[in-house]
């Protein structure tokens, strides 16, 4: 059973940032792709960002610019960097790791909230 340790998520005012962090159970290397999802209250769940192995990364339109997502192999992390936050980006912040089949973080809760 694969788990994601998620860490990071909290309160900000708008124009302010945000670091998630997410842990796998197991090596980065044994999955395809990571990535970040949100989902806002009576929203689905939709795709942040997300990094593939080979570290080629991917945004949604409304993100690009203003969020970062990242890798430390050594530290077996991968980081959303999010800056300019604004109160459209408060949501469920969800973890994702994909390897034949997908596997879920917690999440963990951003307010973007003057």
């Known amino acids: 059973q694969v788990q994601l340790v998620e860490s990071g998520g909290g309160l900000a005012q708008p124009g302010g940032s945000l670091r998630l962090s997410c842990r796998p159970s197991r090596s980065i290397f044994t999955f395809d792709a990571m990535g970040w999802y949100r989902q806002a209250p009576g929203k689905q769940r939709d795709v942040v960002a997300t990094?593939?192995?080979?570290?080629?990364?991917n945004y949604t339109a409304s993100v690009k610019g203003r969020f970062t997502i990242s890798r430390n192999n050594a530290k077996n992390t991968v980081y959303l960097q999010m800056n300019s936050l604004n109160p459209e980006d408060t949501a469920v912040y969800y973890c994702?790791?994909?390897?034949?089949?997908?596997?879920w973080g917690q999440g963990t809760q951003v307010t973007v909230s003057a």
């Open positions: 994702n790791a994909h390897a034949l089949l997908d596997y």
């Open positions: 990094i593939t192995n080979g570290g080629r990364t």
